[in-house]
C-alpha cells in the first residue's frame, strides 16, 4: 500500500499540529520565585482564657533568621462558630475577627452559650504576605 505526496503532507501538518499543541492547557498564575528564608513564620502556642461571657487568646511568635526571616506587621484572628446541633464532621468556614499590631499578641472578645468557637491566627506582613495559619483551638462553651 503506497501513500501518495498529499497524504504525506497531511500527515506532517496533523503531526506538527499534535505537537504544538502538546504544550497547552491551563495555566496557574504566575508565581514569584521564592527565596530562602523569606516568609513569615507561623504563630505558635495558641491558648486561650475563659473568664464568663469573655475569652482572651494569647499566642507566640518567633522569627527564625534561617528559614523565615521576615517580621510580621501584625496578625489576623480568625473564628469559626457552630452550634452543638450542627452535624459532626460537617465543614466550617473560618472569618476573619479581628487583627492585633506588633508587638502585642492578645486578643480578647466577648462570647456567648450554645456555640463552640474555633479561632486560629495568621501572621501578616508587608505587601500581602502571610505565614502558615496557627493551630486552631476548639472552646465549647455550653
Not at 496533523?14 to 513569615?40: D, N, Q, S, Y
Not at 463552640?116 to 472552646?139: C, D, H, P, W
Request: positive net charge; hydrophobic residues 40%; charged residues 25%.
Amino acid at each position: 500500500m503506497r501513500f501518495g505526496k498529499n497524504t504525506f503532507i497531511l500527515f506532517l501538518i496533523v503531526m506538527t499540529g499534535l505537537l504544538g499543541f502538546a504544550g497547552c492547557g491551563k495555566k496557574g498564575p504566575p508565581v514569584l520565585p521564592l527565596v530562602k528564608g523569606e516568609k513569615i513564620a507561623a504563630p505558635f502556642d495558641l491558648k486561650y482564657v475563659n473568664a464568663g461571657e469573655k475569652i482572651e487568646l494569647t499566642w507566640n511568635h518567633r522569627v527564625d533568621e534561617k528559614e523565615a526571616f521576615v517580621k510580621p506587621v501584625g496578625f489576623d484572628v480568625y473564628l469559626a462558630k457552630q452550634t452543638f446541633e450542627s452535624c459532626q464532621g460537617c465543614p466550617f468556614k473560618f472569618e476573619k475577627i479581628g487583627f492585633v499590631s506588633m508587638p502585642f499578641m492578645r486578643f480578647a472578645m466577648g462570647i456567648e452559650r450554645g456555640y463552640k468557637y474555633y479561632f486560629r491566627i495568621q501572621a501578616t506582613g508587608k505587601n500581602k504576605m502571610v505565614s502558615e495559619f496557627s493551630e486552631s483551638v476548639l472552646l465549647e462553651y455550653k
